[in-house]
């Protein structure tokens, strides 16, 4: 482990629950995999995994405090969703604390909604996040595969769950989510 890896290892394990901990480094090696796979700077993949979810349980007091302090840019939605807020957030923090570049911190903003620019480092991440390996739900063996054999297709079928999921249970949709699925739809390689 690098300098950098142990910092961002040592304040998430202090920001973060056990169980998001873990998750972190989860995503972290599932990136790691597949940054391998697709050919991607695997150090920089380790650094995204590890960080994507910084902000994830801030307190609202602690979000109050660091939107008055810093200018970043939220969306209605956002504002009143930590779901969504803390991707973001984590994006500015990890700009700010870690020097993260350009592609690093769009990774870490777009790894919830999904953005129709991501390249192929955020969408790693998206998938990572959902498909690391302490995920339990009826088809991840089949999206972990998927996300091998087309990222894209992983990505829709993600989104596609999401979409019914939030449907399901009466809640608000970001428009981004939409936007990325058909932007890959209509795109779409098969």
Known sequence: MDNLEEKINK??????SKFRYIHSLGVMKKAEELA????LDVKKARLIGLSHDIAKQMTPAEIEEYLSKYDVELDELEKTNIELMHAKIGADM???KYNFDEQMVNAIKYHTTGNPKM???AK????ADKVEENR???DVEERRKMTLENIDLAIIETINYTLKDS???GKMIHINSINTRNYLLK???A
């Open 11 to 16: 304040d998430i394990k202090e920001r973060l």
């Open 36 to 39: 391998k796979f697709y050919g």
């Open 94 to 96: 990890c700009k700010r």
């Open 119 to 121: 390249d192929m480092m």
């Open 124 to 127: 790693i991440i998206f998938m």
């Open 136 to 138: 339990d739900y009826d």
């Open 167 to 169: 449907i399901d249970r």
């Open 187 to 189: 795109n779409k390689k």
